[in-house]
């Protein structure tokens, strides 16, 4: 009989782990929508994307007003808003007064406007690795650099009875990443359009845990294949985003994914997508308009793909750490410290940039290089986890002591 690696690798599904324990899935548990949160009401969902690679902060978000910020980059600094090299306007677009989007952000500028897109800006890690695999696992983990065998993630998802659906956890790619690690359970499902249920061999492997003798391997195996079953049964629906809507690239794909998953009603609460390639130690400018056009393009479709349903989903960016306020000898930046956040969705308080900005000269950066984090990312999620999920944060990130809040949300 074929392994359950090759079936799992054929069906295009990745499964949660306990600890680090071999669990095909650990079945979801949360309640029903009807009596998690009231007939009538919709099921909350909160959405993590993470920007793998360092993103540089200053050239996404751009603090124009500080005069140091030119001088530390001096080729490679985003024109101020306004600014015109040649026919037409090249400079960042003006958010504030202060501070700016790159000139490649401009299919978020209505995000900004219609105040569902919100800033925060010297944000981070308190861990100070530069290094991109201990950032990042920090960060997914939801430390301050301790290592953990669960993710934030998984941890905000709430522990409950009985009749919940398999798919409450997701992360849109091959993997399932270190953020939705955990008890909770969680799926990685890479292309649902590619998705397959083994045939004869997925029939033997399910009659095998159902015979099983122990009580969890059956939950699990049942859990695995209803999972399995939800996504097939999507899969087989033809899918067409909302009238106006085109997405872009393989990020834009993978957000189409999971918008389909949302708007099927299968029980989505938290899910997870990743975009890698923001670690731009030379020629920074072109590979980061790119990124940021696609990385743009695909929020912007997902917010009016889900149109209404927007009102009920928050979706946070984070990337492992900033890049260091100076540019390198090959028109680039190197792994620094502090950088930005965004939060976008129905009940943000958008069209504020939040946080408190350190400055850039010299003795206000962080190691005499670096944007100083003058606020905790797990801040911003502890907000989130409060305020949109209804979590306790101290359950969620524990150890970790929350300041007051920023005020990110309109209703929490």
Known sequence: MRSRRWFLRTSGLAVGVLGTSQIWLRPATAQT??????????????????????????????????????????TIAVPA????????????????????????????????????LAVIHAVGSPHTSRSHADAQASMESGTDGTKAAD????????????????????AVGATLPQALRGDRGAVAVDDLAKFQIGGEASTILERLYARSAD?????????????????????????????????????GTRLMQLARLIKSDVGV?????????????????????????????????????????????????????????????NQGTDHGHGGVMMVMGGPVRGGSV?????????????????????????????ELVKGHLGQNPTQVFPGHKTRPPLGLLRDA
């Open 151 to 170: 993710g934030w993630l998984n941890r905000a998802l709430p522990l409950s009875s009985q009749n919940a659906s398999p798919l409450r956890g997701v």
């Open 354 to 382: 939040y946080g408190q900005w350190p400055g850039l000269e010299r003795e206000q950066l962080f190691e005499g290089r670096d944007l100083a984090v003058t606020t905790d990312y797990r801040d911003v999620l502890s």
């Open 269 to 329: 609460e938290v899910a997870f997508v990743d975009l890698d390639g923001w670690d731009h130690h030379a020629n920074e400018n072109g590979q980061l308009q790119n990124i940021l056009r696609e990385f743009s393009a695909g929020l912007s479709a997902f917010a009016r793909d889900l149109g209404d349903r927007m009102s009920d989903v928050v979706v946070v960016t984070m990337s492992e750490f900033g890049r260091t306020a100076a540019e390198n000898g």
């Open 33 to 74: 929508p009807s009596t998690l949160l009231g007939a009538g009401r919709s099921r909350k969902v909160l959405v993590a994307i993470f920007q793998r690679g360092a993103a540089d902060g200053l050239n996404i978000v751009v603090p124009f007003f500080e005069k140091r910020y030119y001088q530390l980059r001096p």
């Open 81 to 116: 808003p306004g600014s015109v090299v040649g026919p037409a306007p090249t400079g960042a677009i003006d958010l504030d007064g202060k501070f700016a989007f790159n000139q490649a952000m401009q299919a978020l500028k209505p995000l900004w406007d219609s105040r569902q």
């Open 215 to 251: 009580a969890q391997t059956r939950t699990r195996g049942s859990g695995m294949f209803d999972a399995m079953r939800r996504i097939d049964s999507i899969r087989q629906q033809p899918y067409t985003p909302t009238t106006g809507v085109f997405y872009q690239g393989a990020f």
